[in-house]
């Protein structure tokens, strides 16, 4: 997508909005002023989990505190806008849920069927290298990814992929 937007801008420079004028540092750092905080709060996470200090989980709530305090201090966190983010997670992890509830009557129904089996056996068959069935892996995740989350990919087609990536040789 960003190659064919390099291509149109090329192709109709009239189009194109003008650049910006440039600016200096301080306004640069003006400007950024609510960013700061946050590019903080990500380094402290980052630093943290990285030291050994706190676990995954423990960052995560880091997170979660440091996030809810910047947005108390820039005046920007209402009851109003917290409810919409707490009621716009609930429903995201319902989401998730029903996805992973799904994905698990799949995958059984897969094993029962032998599919995953006939495929890793395909791709023996075919003789296609390790490294060329991850490239048609991540094409495939590529296409997937436009429609789905990380998470509900890996678990909608880990029964599928799993016995193939171990046919091809990948611990």
Do not use: H
């Not at 409810?83 to 009557?105: D, E, K």
């Not at 056996?121 to 075919?126: P, Q, S």
């Amino acid at each position: 997508f960003s190659g064919y937007i390099i291509w149109w801008s090329l192709r109709n420079p009239d189009k194109v909005p003008p650049a910006e004028a440039p600016t200096t540092f301080a306004e640069k750092l003006r400007r950024s002023g609510s960013l700061i905080p946050c590019g903080l709060l990500i380094v402290f996470i980052v630093w943290v989990l990285v030291s050994g200090i706190a676990t995954a989980t423990e960052c995560a709530a880091y997170g979660v505190v440091g996030s809810l305090a910047i947005a108390a201090a820039s005046r920007a966190l209402t009851w109003r806008n917290f409810w919409q983010g707490l009621t716009g997670a609930t429903r995201v992890s319902c989401m998730i849920m029903f996805i992973l509830a799904g994905a698990a009557f799949l995958t059984k129904t897969m094993a029962f069927t032998g599919i995953p089996r006939e495929l890793a056996e395909l791709v023996e068959r075919l003789q296609l290298s390790p490294y060329g069935l991850i490239f048609v892996l991540v094409i495939v995740y590529l296409v997937l990814g436009a429609a789905l989350d990380g998470i509900s990919m890996i678990v909608l087609t880990a029964a599928v992929v799993l016995p193939m990536v171990q046919q091809a040789g990948f611990d």
